[in-house]
C-alpha cells in the first residue's frame, strides 16, 4: 500500500510538473507572442524629395546650418490640417481622433506653432489621408508647401486602432511635418545594422519596401549635417522600434530596440528650441526707419506694420545674413499668411514687394538662419 501510494504521489507528482511545464510553455509563447507584438508591423517612410540647391559659392558651415534650419517653421505659425474625406483617403471619426490627439500632444509641451483643424483641403497645410496598404508617412517641415493642395503630405497606411503605439504613432509623423527627421539614422548613433537581415525585413510584407526605401529611411546615415546636435536619443519619437535580429551593434540591441513611448526628453528640448512659446514682442516698423536686428541663428524677430496709406511697399533685410521673412495680415484677431521670401542659400536679400492697407494691420516676422559674413543685419520698409 505504502509503495502504492508512493507510485500513486510519484505518479501525481509527475502529472503535477508536466502539466505546470505545460502551462510555463503556453505563458513563455504568449509573453514571447506579445515581445513580437509591441514590435510595429507597419514602418513610417518619408517620401524622397530632391535635394536642397544651393549656390555654389556658398561655404559648407553655411550650407549646413542651411540645412538644419531650413525646414523648420518660422515660430508663431498657425499650420491648418485638414482630413480627406473621399472614399480613398477618407477614414472613421476614431481614427480621426487619434491623429487629433496627436496634435495636442506636441501643442501640449507648449510651443510656438499652433494646429487648426479645417474643413476645406485650400485651406491647409497639412492634408491628411488614411490610403491602407500605403503605409505610414509624411513630408519634412516647411517642404509641404512644395506639394499641391488637393494632395496627401501625410499618410496613415493602417487603422491607427489596430496600432498597439497608439497616439505615438500621429505624433511621430506630426514630428516630420514640424522638421524632425529619423532619429535612427543620427550618425552618432553608431548602429551597425545586419544589413541583409535589415533588408530582408522590410522587403516583405506589410510593408514590402523596395530596397532603396530601405536604404533612404533605415540603412543610410543621415549627414551630420541634418541632425540637431551630437547627441543620439534611442528613445525619441522620431526613432523606430526593431525586433531582434536587425542591430549588430551596440551589441545591447541585438536583441531588438524598443523606445520608450510618448515623447522623450530630448523631443521636448529639441521642439523647444526651434518653436519656444514666448509671446512675441512687436517692434514698430515704419517706412524708410532701418531696424537693426541682433540675432543668432534659429533666432526670429517680430514687426507690426500700421500702413498710413494704401500704396506699394517694399520691405527688405539688409546685411549678410540667410532668412526668411513672413508677411502675416491681422484679421479677427489671427494671423493670416500673405506673401514670405526666403534668400537662404543665396547671397542675395529677402525681399517682398506689394501693396498694404492703410486701414490694416501687419506682422512681419524674420528668422535668421545663418549670417555668413560679420556687420550688422537690418530691416527697411519704404
Ligand atoms: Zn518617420
Redesign the pocket.
Known amino acids: 500500500m505504502t509503495t502504492k501510494n508512493g507510485n500513486s504521489s510519484q505518479d501525481d507528482l509527475s502529472a503535477r510538473v508536466a502539466e505546470l511545464e505545460k502551462q510555463l510553455k503556453v505563458l513563455l509563447s504568449q509573453k514571447s507572442s506579445t515581445q513580437k507584438d509591441s514590435v510595429p508591423e507597419v514602418?513610417?517612410?518619408?517620401p524622397q524629395t530632391p535635394p536642397r540647391q544651393f549656390s555654389p559659392d556658398i561655404s559648407s558651415e553655411r550650407s549646413r546650418l542651411l540645412i538644419i534650419t531650413g525646414n523648420k517653421w518660422v515660430n508663431g505659425t498657425k499650420l491648418h490640417y485638414y482630413f480627406f474625406e473621399n472614399s480613398r483617403w477618407g477614414a472613421s471619426d476614431a481614427e480621426k481622433d487619434i491623429v487629433r490627439q496627436g496634435f495636442k500632444v506636441w501643442e501640449d509641451v507648449g510651443i510656438g506653432i499652433d494646429f487648426e483643424e479645417v474643413s476645406s483641403p485650400d485651406d491647409a497645410e497639412i492634408r491628411i489621408g488614411f490610403q491602407r496598404g500605403d503605409g505610414?508617412?509624411?513630408y519634412l517641415g516647411t517642404y509641404i508647401l512644395n506639394i499641391g493642395q488637393s494632395e496627401r503630405t501625410m499618410n496613415f497606411g493602417q487603422d491607427l486602432r489596430l496600432d498597439s503605439r497608439g497616439v505615438d504613432v500621429p505624433v511621430?509623423?506630426i514630428?516630420?511635418t514640424l522638421g524632425f527627421p529619423?532619429s535612427h539614422q543620427n550618425p552618432f548613433a553608431g548602429i551597425v545594422w545586419d544589413r541583409q537581415a535589415v533588408i530582408d525585413y522590410f522587403s516583405g510584407p506589410p510593408n514590402n519596401w523596395p530596397l532603396e526605401t530601405i536604404e533612404r529611411?533605415i540603412l543610410n546615415k543621415l549627414p551630420q549635417s541634418q541632425v540637431e546636435g551630437s547627441e543620439w536619443d534611442p528613445n525619441s519619437i522620431?526613432h523606430?522600434a526593431f525586433r531582434a535580429g536587425l542591430i549588430l551593434k551596440p551589441e545591447k540591441y541585438q536583441g531588438g530596440l524598443q523606445p520608450a513611448p510618448g515623447l522623450s526628453e530630448t523631443d521636448i528640448e529639441t521642439v523647444k528650441f526651434f518653436y519656444p512659446k514666448t509671446t512675441p514682442v512687436f517692434t514698430e516698423l515704419k517706412p524708410f526707419e532701418l531696424q537693426k536686428m541682433s540675432l543668432s541663428p534659429g533666432q526670429q524677430k517680430d514687426f507690426v506694420i500700421v500702413p498710413t496709406a494704401t500704396r506699394e511697399y517694399t520691405i527688405q533685410t539688409f546685411g549678410s545674413t540667410d532668412s526668411v521673412m513672413v508677411l502675416f495680415e491681422e484679421y479677427n484677431g489671427e494671423l493670416q499668411f500673405v506673401a514670405g521670401d526666403d534668400d537662404s542659400g543665396f547671397n542675395r536679400n529677402a525681399r517682398l514687394q506689394l501693396r498694404l492697407y492703410s486701414d490694416r494691420k501687419y506682422a512681419l516676422r524674420i528668422r535668421l538662419y545663418y549670417q555668413w559674413a560679420s556687420g550688422d543685419t537690418a530691416v527697411m520698409l519704404w
Open positions: 514602418y513610417c517612410s518619408v505610414y508617412w509624411s511621430h509623423e514630428g516630420h529619423h529611411n522620431m523606430y
